[in-house]
């Protein structure tokens, strides 16, 4: 059964203090694996698509890696306005549907 | 360039009624989803309308039905509501491009069932 499984479930950091969040999935033939931002009531924003182990993409302070059984999305020197619970999902390779996991909420203060 | 829309807001129905959900596609995409967000919870696929046809359904009771119409919006309609539909109900759309797999995703509609 596919399966994503994000951790951990909440995170606090001072502004400026790097950390990672994890997204571990089992999936027969991985198509995509997609992260997005949400804030409290919103829809999810869409940060970034990983295709293949060992892809890298970056925007702004967040760094996104894929291995072949997770990825890891990385925050450099946050700042409050990065507070938001962070998505992860992924698409097989014959379907459409996104199969997300519970997410992360990441708490930053000042 | 629009993004995706969806209306109303805020909805609040009680057991046993029925409801419709609207989404207004992105401009340029013909494939559009529909996801489940309980609170705390990751959002769960309802089912994908591809050209105004069905492409895919998630693990919802055949009281989750849809449409879509030629110019790639589209309605989510529940009927028989339960205490459990109560969610925020997310319409995403995709351009269906081989190789662009990204769904962008609209602001929602908070269904509160009482």
């Known amino acids: 059964e596919d399966q994503v499984t994000q951790s951990p479930e909440a995170l606090r950091l001072q502004e400026g203090e790097s950390s990672s969040l994890n997204c571990s999935y089992t999936?027969?033939?991985?198509?995509?694996l997609f992260w997005y931002r949400q804030d409290p009531g919103k829809g999810p924003e869409f940060l970034f698509t990983?295709?293949?182990a060992g892809e890298e993409k970056e925007k702004e302070r967040l760094k996104a890696t894929l291995t072949k059984k997770e990825s890891f999305l990385h925050i450099t020197a946050p700042k409050p306005e990065d507070s938001a619970t962070y998505l992860c999902?992924?698409?097989?390779?014959?379907?459409?549907?996104?199969?997300f996991g519970k997410g992360t909420k990441l708490s930053v203060k000042p | 360039e629009t993004g995706v829309t969806q209306s109303p807001t805020h909805l609040i129905k009680t057991r046993g009624q029925q409801v419709t959900l609207r989404c207004s596609s992105q401009?340029?995409?013909?494939?559009v989803s529909w996801y489940q967000q309980a609170l705390g919870q990751g959002p769960q696929f309802i089912f994908q309308?591809?050209?105004?046809?069905?492409?895919g359904r998630g693990n919802f009771p055949p009281r989750f039905s849809g449409l879509q119409f030629p110019n790639y919006s589209s309605e989510l309609n529940v009927n028989a509501l339960e205490l459990d539909d109560s969610a925020l109900y997310l319409c995403?759309?995709?351009?269906?491009?081989?190789?662009?797999?990204?769904?962008?995703f609209g602001p929602g509609t908070r269904l509160t069932v009482l």
């Open positions: 990983l295709y293949s």
């Open positions: 401009s340029g995409h013909n494939t």
């Open positions: 995403a759309s995709s351009p269906r491009t081989s190789g662009n797999n990204e769904q962008f």
């Open positions: 999936v027969s033939g991985l198509r995509g």
């Open positions: 999902a992924v698409q097989r390779g014959s379907q459409g549907n996104l199969i």
């Open positions: 309308y591809y050209r105004e046809e069905e492409n």
